[in-house]
């Protein structure tokens, strides 16, 4: 069986090297790539990935003493294919700062303050609708080191696996409402306004929030024409 998938339009997707973030001349490749053809190592695995990396549970808040500092909120993230079509069995890597800002690894050197209570980081499977949950606290905005004054938005970093290597797709989520999303060099290395939208969570009626937090809903498309920008 063979099928089609609506190739990505580029204004929809990162412009790779962001003007302001020296990183990305770094990342991004400067020549055309060379288009090899896959073989059977590259399409027939992962077999089994949750078991090689198993899911973690879907907290990163905790609860009583081991509370993270916060405001709790609940992420309920849909992963969904061209169509809308849910994808279940996709294996989904969120992390996220600090509600201070700072991120649970050796490479952040802020001086802002590290909470011990807070996981930040999990590994989830997808769900028969496609879904996966979280309970987390906000992440904080935070400066990025030796620009000319740039804070980052606050955002969650999301990672989804599908059934082989290389159907992996990195982007981050956006809170609605949020001033610095207005002036962020990534979420506006984007040019297509719908696609810079559609990066944005949704929040949800308060009373829907489970344990009384803010519920945010957010849709990843995976591919086609809407798929989700690549984003560190
Ligand atoms: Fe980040």
Redesign the pocket.
């Known amino acids: 069986m063979s099928w089609t998938v609506e190739p990505r339009d580029p204004r929809t997707q990162s412009e790779g090297v962001v003007a302001g973030y020296a990183h990305t001349a770094r990342r991004w490749p400067s020549q055309p790539l060379v288009v090899r053809p896959h073989d059977t190592g590259e399409l027939s695995g992962p077999a089994k990935l949750e078991r090689r990396l198993p899911p973690s549970k879907a907290d990163l808040a905790g609860r009583g003493a081991s509370r993270a500092l916060g405001q709790l909120i609940h992420v309920r993230a849909r992963v969904v294919d061209e169509d809308g079509a849910p994808v279940p069995g996709a294996l989904v890597e969120i992390w996220?700062?600090n509600s201070a800002g700072k991120?649970l690894h050796p490479n952040d050197s802020s001086d802002s303050p590290p909470d011990p209570n807070f996981r930040g980081n999990a590994r989830l499977v997808a769900g028969d609708g496609g879904l996966v949950e979280l309970r987390t606290i906000k992440p904080a905005a935070y400066s990025v080191p030796d620009t000319d004054g740039w804070w980052?938005p606050p955002?969650i970093?999301f990672s989804v696996w599908g059934r082989v290597w290389l159907s992996r797709l990195v982007t981050?989520m956006f809170f609605p409402g949020d001033p610095l999303n207005d002036h962020d060099a990534i979420l506006n290395a984007v040019r297509d306004p719908d696609a810079r939208a559609r990066c944005i969570a949704r929040m949800a009626p308060t009373a829907g929030g489970p344990g009384n937090a803010l519920v945010y809903e957010y849709q990843l498309v995976v591919r086609g024409r809407k798929a989700a920008p690549r984003m560190p």
């Open positions: 996220h700062c991120y980052r955002h970093h981050q």
